[in-house]
């Protein structure tokens, strides 16, 4: 099983709707991680999470927002979803030790 | 901000030739230095984890150092196999719990 889930694995969706990824871990990490990637760009930081109570913005957290519902859960959310957010979405988690990143699988969303 | 360049964006080898690539990152303030392998359709994976200037970390034909001093970072792959082809990244962290990723060097290995 993976150690990293997101749902859902592909969204299309329509300008204005609001939209949820959710990521769940089994790794039992505290710090978990938003990112999206564009094409060219690399991966930009979205929203990242230290521990339950503990919320920071990233690079690009305009647009989104984040909830850190248990230490295995964190979900984004895209209030009213614009076409520039089409991109691939991943979330991380990695342990204090060391900073090593583990990855989900992504999610691929798509906003017409 | 902290700017971190990978340097080529992309590059194309035969299958056995040997190549790098480079991580350039700012030299103050530094913490730690992690290199990933990303495949395409796949996600991201943790490949060395680089904290003292001078260190070299080797995992089968993949090998890299770190010069904090002069703020870069080098990766080597040792005959390339088709096997190799991904996008490499890496990511610069500084003692304020700061990090960023590089944009990536995208390898090609051509049979």
Redesign the interface.
Known sequence: DADVTQTPRNRITKTGKRIMLECSQTKGHDRMYW?RQDP??????IYYSFDVKDINKG?ISDGYSVSRQAQAKFSLSLESAIPNQTALY?CATSEFS?????????TRLTVL | ILNVEQSPQSLHVQEGDSTNFTCSFPSSNFYALHWYRWETAKSPEALFVMTLNGDEKKKGRISATLNTKEGYSYLYIKGSQPEDSATYLCAFYNYGQNFVFGPGTRLSVLP
């Not at chain 1, 060219?40 to 930081?45: A, Q, T």
């Not at chain 1, 060391?98 to 992504?106: A, E, L, R, S």
Request: charged fraction near 15%; glycine fraction near 22%.
């Open positions: 990112y060219g760009l690399g991966l930009r930081l690079e991943f060391t900073d090593t990143q583990y990855f989900g699988p992504g």
